[in-house]
């Protein structure tokens, strides 16, 4: 420990114990305490599965000696890919359980992504489904086993082939080993502010902090959440999403997907209260409300985040959903902020919120890393007992994202109101938002140039009223290659299909900053005044 990640000083840890942050528990065992309290609630509903908490507690337990059996050891990480099914609960809990650290995975990257994370986590192990949303999981992970030597099983939900099928790991009750605290609880990936895939190291009570705080904003045993977004993003997982609902005694739904199709007749059936969605979600929810047969009246509150929501579509929501709104604005690396329940209409359309604890320090700097004045927009910079302290294996990226001191540089440009609430302005990094997915430029432009008829390349956002942004790129080519053409090679390579560019446009060279580097404003701005007809 301590090589792999950066700790927080012990100083620190120590005050964020003393003022009560932190509480020296595992999320293994906030769970348990839950499955105490309620045995015989129900905790998941999935598809056909209906689990009480003490029937997820007992098979957490039984796979975790499954897996342990099978060699999984504390410590080691377990790359987990799989979508919204009762399995990602088991296995999330198992591993705590096991004291191993599970790598979240989302389930719509690829090959390229997952070598990259991969190489950096070097996973025993590796837990996927048979074939989901028409993919099949198992000869991807054939091909992946074959160059990341570390993964000795692969795990799966659901038709094994030749691996190990889930379904077997459930064993009888035997002593599982004592977990600390202050060790790792999972990884998340992180959505990025430079270069390549990066995994965010988090330990069980900085993570178990979160799903606390939101939790305390109105979340208790009666409500029902709607897990709509792929549980591997640490949105619907723990702000407070699934792990929220555990430890509170709720009940947790899964849905295959968000579209209403699926989510709306969940929402009726199981009489859920509460979701959590990304804005190009919302205002499809909100469109689908006029012509979707199933009732959707005991919502009582939409989470919305991971990508800018615009005021407009924000006020459709509440009206067209008939619920309550409120806005997150948050990421892997910690920090969160979110408008409060109970806050006139005018903070909840316009602003995305305060952070939920008082430790959590929040600065808007200038370029040289000067606070700005009140009321101007600055680059955001936070620090606090749910924000990590560094990258896990990746000093040279921690060293470009965090200050010396230990600040995350969220790359995102903020204003703060007199209030205290935050409006997010707009961002520095080099990273397109597609709809909540984070594409970072460089990575797919460093797929684009493995073609051998592109000599240059620069992705940049293009405006759109759906999904807020989408992937454009300009190439420069000996031989045009279609975007359709350009999309198969991406697709061959194996990388994730929302990276794949949505539009092309050929330059004779692209643009430079003084120091060399790609100039994406001026792309950007291109883009701009071809799109207002100038
Ligand atoms: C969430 O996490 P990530 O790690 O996928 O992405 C973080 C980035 C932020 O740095 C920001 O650029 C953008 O996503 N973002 C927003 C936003 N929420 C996230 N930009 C504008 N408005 C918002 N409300 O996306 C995430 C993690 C936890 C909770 C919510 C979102």
Redesign the pocket.
Known sequence: MGHDWTPYPQSTAADYRRQGHWHGKTLGERFRECARRYPDDPAVVAGDARLTYAELDNRCDRLANGLAALGVQPRDRVAVQLPNLVEFVEVLFALMRVGATPVLVMPSYRRQELRALMEIAEPTAYVIPDCYGGFDFRSQARELCEDIGTVRHVVVAGEPEEFTPVEGLYHGPEPLPDVDADDLALCVM??GTTGGPKLVPRTHENYAYLPNACAAAGLDRSDVYLAALPLA???PLA?PGLLGTLTSGGTAVMSPTSSPDDAFPLIEGERVTWTTLVPSVVDFWTEARQWHRSDVSSLRLVQV?????RPESARRATQGLGCGLQ???????GL?TMTALDEPDDLVLTT?GRPPCPADEVRLVDPDGVDVEAGAVGELWTRGPYTVRGYFRAPRDSAESFTPDGLYR???LARRLPSGHLV?KG?LKD?I?RG?D?IACEELEGHLLAHPAISAAAAVPVADPGLGERVCVFLVCEQRQSLREVRAFLQARGVASFKFPDRLEYVDRLPLTKIGKIDRKVLVARLAGSASGS
């Open positions: 992180s959505g993003h640490n949105f702000c985040g991971g990508a800018l929501l806005q997150v604005y948050g990421m892997a690396e969160l995305q969220t790359g995102d997010i961002r990273v938002n909540g984070k």
